[in-house]
């Protein structure tokens, strides 16, 4: 959670090249980490690759190194929404929903959390899109305020924003906590890395 924050914090100190070192160790950390914590080999070899990766472009793409790993972030998480939207699975949204509610979901909530889905997945590739464009266009400072502040900021509210939607919206339905939601998010993702899905 620091790294938009020292990154930021670089960029008006004018210091790109401390920005690559910060991005470098951020993601060699969280490639290891994950690589210690997965059980399938191939999924450790590939996060391995990624940190041998991480610290080949330090030293021969230093540009490519700072440029692309919040967009490829936004990218994955794109991902994981727009996977589930496919004919035959359950959007994720919908898959939290049903979490949160512990049954099956009425068909307004089904095409509600669908649509929503769909939201979440524009605005991750828009996010990846325009940091892209930045990154080509626009001064060090402007594109680390997108990608380390206003971009979080995006996401925050279209998060808080949703919820307080439909409260309102859908109030004759039960709805769960903010907090209690959050944690369901968390436990997906958990139960999704262990290979299990959550009761």
Known sequence: MLWPVL????????????????TACVVVVVAIALCVAARDARVRMA?????????????????????????ALNVAFGWFFA???RAGREP????FARLERGESLPPELVLYT????WMWTILLFALAVTSLVLAFT????????????ASYVAI??????????????????????????IRIVVRDRRAMT??????
């Not at 990154?7 to 910060?22: C, E, K, N, T, Y």
């Not at 996060?47 to 967009?71: D, G, H, K, N």
């Not at 001064?139 to 380390?148: A, E, K, T």
């Not at 939607?165 to 769960?176: A, K, Q, S």
């Open 7 to 22: 990154s930021h914090g670089a960029a008006l100190a004018d210091r790109p090249d401390l920005m690559r070192s910060i």
């Open 47 to 71: 996060w391995l690759a990624i940190a041998a990766a991480t610290l080949v472009l330090w030293q021969l793409a230093p540009a490519l190194l700072l440029f692309l790993p919040p967009a």
């Open 83 to 85: 996977n589930t939207l």
């Open 92 to 95: 994720r949204i919908a898959t």
């Open 114 to 117: 669908r649509r929503l889905t």
């Open 138 to 149: 626009a001064p060090l400072r402007v594109w680390s305020f997108f990608v380390n502040v």
């Open 156 to 181: 925050a509210g279209l998060f808080t924003g949703e919820y307080v939607y439909r409260r309102i919206r859908y109030r004759n339905h039960r709805h769960g906590s903010l907090v209690g939601l």
């Open 194 to 199: 262990a290979g299990t899905r959550a009761p």
